[in-house]
């Protein structure tokens, strides 16, 4: 009996070693931004584990959100900018930025298999330990209950769970305007996205003792700029497909209520021709899917239903993306087969189905919600709308930002006596500007070993403007770099030096020891050499700026600053321009002799929500003293000069 008890003590001692782990760097989340975190890690030497509480990666990335948010190609830098160069290489295109979930998936599993990251998948974070000021452990249970000891921890899931578990502060919500000095913060009636007047919110029309319609609150209007704790409004975007042999048909789904959606018929009433554009934003992938996200003023963003998501346990948001499910399916439902549709919508509807190659392991349906926004840490510097303007400018800038300061609506309520959508804010008109290291890490002696850079430090609104994918995975990796870092110095996040993190992001942006490609920009004035009198653009280029030269024979010439000579894929970057030149005329020299080619525009196919596209002008065998000439002369029509591009064949 003894010697049977001694085995058993013997074999739950092995069980229970087998389920501790000590590594380097702990990254919590399988999220686009998880995956490089892990990956540029392991690239640093580093031991490293993947913690994923979903069964898939990549997060909206790889969950629908296929028509990438960018703002400026030139804000998406290292590995991210890899991502979309890997999707492209699978489109036979050098970049592609709008693509199908399934491709998103597997170039994330590409970046798993090049590094051997460890990844646990399904497992959700149950408490972590603390020593001091330091997380010495995080406990996660999925198959089983599972010990992680790490020396750095990254937080890069869209809750913040392993931030706020640790203790570390954080918001919900919006601010007042006046909290950071804003103005687009808080409560805001604006017209984007917004019920024209007159749409009734009750039962029976004119009657408020019938009660509101599904969907409308009872709250009171607060002041504008007022701050709150409604957060911004979630849904799916969603992938359909209208290929015949790929699709299966919207059919009824469980729990449909179609009084969720009479507001929606009230406010075709007051609209003239509606289309399913309308109501849905339907953006073209390839192979004949979609990308839908929410349009106009009843659509698929289930407002003031995700209250409680931030500080819910794994339950209640479970029951919440279960209730966005079922309400985007009746919504799908209703506008195919409600007779009160007008017959044109319904039609439109009936032309799309489920994608069978899709999501094959959850009813051919995105298994992410599009949780917007969830808690946002309040770290060592708070990004504010200053610093989306430019106003306010960092020096320890980990990554740039370019996107619109973008607000879903927050709530749906009775105003004079009509329904109004509040909290849709969208201001742009910015460039590019750097995102603070500081506002990746927590407040010192908060946490010394912990990075954020999804939950990061930002007021609501300037949230808005990073809270894109391609800056999270930019974001990723400047934390990943910053944590190798601070092990390798036996220093603090907040102790690490941050000219050392952004010498390496510059030096080894793919985090592998290959030569970083050579970007060459129009406002490069110690790269450039212009002759004549090019008119200047600020907006709708590759960067800053971008210029024009309109029947004036205009010349510029990039002249990269190459220090190893090499074989190299030389493009430039072409943005839309109206009566673009058919053919403009370029010289390449390769240090030797000169190479004569053109930018033909009618070969530029622009996608997605990018400004433009890069031309390959060829491969060139180049050594220092290169140079590429762009020119109007003999050019019949505009002829744009941007960015030149140098990327070493490998």
Request: proline residues 5%.
């Amino acid at each position: 009996m003894q010697l049977k008890t001694l085995l058993v003590s013997a074999a739950l001692l092995l069980s229970g070693a087998a389920r501790a782990q000590e590594v380097d760097v702990c990254v919590y989340g399988g999220t686009s931004a998880g995956v490089i975190a892990a990956y540029t890690a392991k690239k640093l030497h580093k031991s490293v584990i993947l913690i994923s509480p979903d069964k898939h990666l990549g997060g909206l990335t790889t969950g629908g959100l296929g028509y990438t948010d960018i703002g400026n190609k030139s804000a998406i830098t290292g590995i991210s900018r890899d991502f979309y160069r890997r999707v492209g290489s699978h489109y036979g295109r050098f970049e592609q930025w709008i693509f199908e979930p399934h491709v998103a998936e597997a170039t994330f599993h590409q970046y798993i298999k090049a590094a051997d990251v460890p990844v646990i998948y399904q497992y959700q974070l149950a408490g972590v330990e603390m020593q001091g000021q330091r997380i010495s452990a995080v406990k996660v249970t999925g198959a089983d209950t599972r010990t992680i000891r790490a020396k750095m921890f990254i937080d890069c899931s869209y809750e913040g769970d392993l931030m706020a578990k640790a203790g570390v502060s954080y918001t919900v919500g919006r601010e007042a305007n006046s909290q950071y000095n804003e103005t687009y913060n808080g409560v805001q009636l604006r017209e984007k996205h917004q019920f024209p007047e007159g749409v009734d919110p009750y039962k029976t029309p004119g009657k408020p003792e019938s009660g509101l319609l599904w969907g409308i609150s009872p709250a009171t209007m607060e002041p504008q700029g007022s701050g709150d704790k409604k957060v911004q409004t979630y849904n799916f975007r969603i992938c359909l497909s209208n290929d015949p042999k790929n699709s299966i048909a919207i059919t009824q789904p469980e729990d449909y209520q179609p009084a969720r959606y009479e507001l929606l018929l009230r406010l075709l009433e007051k609209l003239q021709s509606p289309t399913l554009n309308t109501i849905l934003k339907v953006d073209r992938m390839p192979n004949n899917k979609t990308d839908i996200n929410n349009n106009g003023a009843f659509s698929t963003d289930m407002i003031g239903r995700n209250y409680d998501y931030p500080e819910a346990d794994a339950a209640g948001r479970k029951q919440i993306i279960h209730d966005h499910e079922v309400y985007t399916k009746g919504l799908l439902y209703f506008i195919g087969h409600d007779p009160r549709m007008p017959q044109h919508l319904r039609e439109a509807m009936l032309q799309w189905g489920y994608p069978k190659d899709e999501y094959t392991d959850n009813g051919n349906w995105s298994p992410q919600l599009y949780v917007r926004e969830v808690r946002r840490m309040v770290g060592e510097y708070v990004m504010t709308q200053a610093n989306c303007e430019a106003r306010e400018k960092v020096p320890d800038g980990v990554g740039m930002a370019a996107y619109t300061m973008d607000s879903h609506n927050c709530q749906r309520i009775v105003v004079n006596g009509m329904v109004k959508n509040e909290g849709d804010v969208q201001i742009g008109g910015f460039g590019p500007y750097p995102v603070s290291y500081r506002s990746i890490i927590p407040k010192k002696g908060e946490c010394e070993n912990l990075l954020v850079p999804v939950c990061l430090s930002a007021s609501h609104i300037a949230y808005g403007s990073i809270r894109m994918e391609p800056v999270f995975m930019v974001l990723a990796q400047s934390a990943a770099t910053a944590a190798v870092l601070a092990i390798d110095s036996n220093v603090s996040v907040q102790q690490a030096d941050v000219a050392k993190i952004q010498q390496l992001l510059k030096n080894d942006p793919l985090a592998d020891g290959s030569t970083p490609e050579i970007l060459v920009d129009d406002n490069d004035a110690a790269y450039t050499t212009k002759t004549g009198n090019w008119q200047t653009e600020n907006r709708g280029g590759y960067g800053p700026t971008l210029l024009l030269d309109k029947g004036n024979g205009n010349t510029i010439r990039y002249s990269p600053a190459i220090k190893k000579a090499g074989s190299y894929q030389v493009y430039t970057y072409v943005p839309r321009v109206a009566d673009h030149a058919p053919v403009t005329p370029v010289q390449v020299f390769d240090g030797r002799k000169q190479h004569s080619t053109a930018i033909k525009s009618g070969e530029v196919k622009v996608e997605g929500q990018t400004s433009g596209e890069w031309v390959d002008l060829g491969k060139y065998a180049l050594q220092p003293g290169a140079w590429v000439e762009l020119s109007g002369k003999g050019a019949k029509g505009v002829v744009v000069a941007d960015a030149v591009l140098f990327v070493p064949v490998k």
